[in-house]
């Protein structure tokens, strides 16, 4: 995994528009979308590539290297939303 997605995500999908691998979901036009809290970067598809970083005006998107400790629970919700 290269990227995630932390809790202050807003949903407004800026980086689904930059993702070039469409890895960033739920997006507005799947059902899981309504319901789910944040957006979730999935590892498998995720090139590492960082295009998603400066478009997230919320500043949600962190490399996995740089989450705090508080933070590293989002490694396994971003993996988990792609495993059910
Ligand atoms: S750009 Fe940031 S706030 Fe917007 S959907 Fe993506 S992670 Fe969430
Ligand atoms: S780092 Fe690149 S591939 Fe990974 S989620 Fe962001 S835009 Fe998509």
Request: proline letters at 7%.
């Amino acid at each position: 995994m290269a990227y995630v997605i932390t809790s202050s995500c807003i949903k407004d999908e800026l980086c689904v528009d930059v993702c070039p691998t469409d890895c960033i979901h739920p997006k507005k036009d799947e059902p899981e979308f309504e319901a789910a809290t944040q957006l979730y970067v999935d590892p498998q598809g995720c090139i590492d590539c960082g295009a998603c970083v400066p478009v997230c005006t919320s500043d949600s998107i962190k490399p996995v290297e740089d989450l705090t400790e508080d933070q590293e629970e989002f490694v396994a919700s971003n993996a988990g939303f792609f495993c059910k």
